[in-house]
């Protein structure tokens, strides 16, 4: 792929993501970027760019930078949502770019092919229409890997700040790099000069993450982890649940179509260890970090955690893809079967028993529209929202996701009390049990479906 070809793709795929954009312009956020976009950033709008540290109630550990972002182009240019999802705009470009870099760096002439791959993956697809700091993760990641496998030393300094800046996960993948950077062959033998120049490429976003840290303790006293609210979720389990752990990990891996790219990478590894020894142990570390910090806890197998990983697993494939591609169909064959489980990917919808990461899949986008409908009747039968129970992500003020102050918002759900249930499938707290009640002793108001999701309004008797 030359350059001319490659600027003509960018083109291309910065306008389709432009279009995204517009047409996805007033959802309101969605999921974890309810916090991280929504409260944090209104927090900052509202006490002042520079007010210092989040409160405990919403400081989850990470660097408040995402949140100080958003503030910011608020004051700059009004509190909207178009605002919020233009602001990502920039990165979902950088990310295009950099994709199709690596692509030819890696693919040669067909480049264009893990660039399309990533773009329709559903672990960033999903997200792609979202105000979510894992989009800037995304570009620190490629900036960064991309920076070391063509000694752009910019890319490297940029990259490796966003990774600090953005979140922990971001700093954990810095780290990450760092060693892959460790690993490559360069002209300086002795470990020490490797070690010097690592420091002086990676030295400003390592540097910016310890002082962070060190901040973060000396001001709140924790790390935003076991002490925070969301203590839950950092729980260790058992044996026999870190087992089960394990097994969840490995889903999540192959979830959303990934399974066929993993079965490709699985049939060519004696091919990938030959030519590109080093992405396949770029691969293995970032695999070993996500064991080691995900599986011994309980609440943090979410999909949006394993988008690097699955950077890595589509680049060693579409790699293998090409390889057969001179060789006439077959090579054709894989890249559409390949596309395909994209698609897949992006349309699977488990039963309403199986939790999914919604953030995670196209086949969330159609619940913005359904929502806002089925508040449109509420409305209308004069319900007043917080009399209504519900679960992530609807419970609580619905402000923090439209930025609508007077909207108001809905309940945690309590069967027991509540005499009004909205439940849709993109829900994950409602256990078996609860749907099995749900149906039993309520009757059913309102009920919307779109492509698989359905949202529906109880009303106990």
């Not at 087992?243 to 091919?271: N, T």
């Not at 256990?431 to 698989?452: F, M, Q, T």
Request: charged share 15%; aromatic share 14%; proline share 4%.
């Amino acid at each position: 792929m030359d350059e001319k070809k490659l600027w003509i793709h960018f083109v291309l795929g910065a306008f389709a993501y432009l279009i995204l954009i517009w047409l996805y312009r007033e959802v309101p956020f969605f999921w974890d970027t309810i916090q991280f976009a929504g409260k944090h950033g209104l927090w900052y709008f509202e006490q002042g760019l520079f007010s210092g540290y989040l409160p405990p109630e919403l400081n989850s550990g990470h660097p408040p930078s995402f949140g100080i972002y958003q503030a910011a182009l608020w004051k700059l240019l009004g509190k909207s949502l178009t605002v919020s999802h233009f602001s990502l705009l920039p990165f979902l470009w950088l990310n295009l770019y950099y994709s199709l870099r690596l692509g030819r760096k890696i693919l040669g002439q067909q480049g264009w092919l893990f660039a399309l791959a990533f773009a329709m993956c559903p672990f960033y697809l999903g997200h792609s229409i979202l105000v979510s700091p894992d989009l800037i993760l995304v570009t620190g990641f490629l900036m960064t890997l991309y920076g070391c496998l063509s000694h752009q030393k910019m890319s490297i300094i940029v990259g490796s700040l966003l990774l600090a800046l953005i979140s922990i996960r971001g700093q954990m993948m810095l780290g990450v790099l760092i060693l892959f950077y460790l690993s490559l062959t360069t002209e300086q033998t002795d470990l020490g000069q490797k070690v010097k120049s690592a420091m002086r490429l990676f030295g400003f976003g390592l540097g910016l993450a310890i002082i962070f840290h060190f901040l973060q303790h000396a001001t709140t006293d924790w790390e935003g982890l076991e002490a925070s609210p969301w203590a839950a979720s950092f729980e260790y389990v058992s044996w026999r649940g870190w087992i089960r752990q394990l097994g969840i990990f490995g889903w999540r891996v192959l979830d959303y179509g990934m399974v066929v790219p993993g079965g490709i990478i699985l049939l060519g590894l004696k091919s990938i260890w030959k030519a590109h020894p080093k992405l396949l142990l770029l691969s293995m570390l970032i695999t070993l970090v996500l064991v080691i910090v995900l599986t011994p806890r309980v609440g943090l197998m979410n999909h949006r955690y394993f988008l690097p990983l699955q950077i890595i697993v589509l680049l060693m494939a579409t790699w293998l893809i090409t390889r057969q591609w001179k060789n006439g169909l077959k090579g054709k064959v894989l890249a559409a079967l390949l596309l395909l489980s994209m698609v897949f990917g992006n349309r699977l919808i488990y039963p309403d028993t199986v939790a999914q990461g919604w953030d995670s899949t196209a086949a969330h986008w159609p619940i913005y529209g359904m929502e806002q409908e089925m508040y449109t009747y509420i409305n209308e039968r004069g319900l007043p929202l917080h009399t209504i129970g519900t679960a992530f992500p609807y419970r609580s003020d619905r402000g923090f996701a439209t930025l609508n102050e007077a909207r108001g918002g809905y309940k945690q759900f309590d069967l027991d009390t509540d005499q009004y249930i909205l439940y849709s499938n993109i829900m994950n707290e409602f256990r078996d049990e609860d749907l099995l009640y749900l149906k039993k002793n309520y009757k059913v108001l309102k009920r919307i479906e779109r492509a698989g999701l359905h949202l529906s309004l109880y009303q106990k008797g």
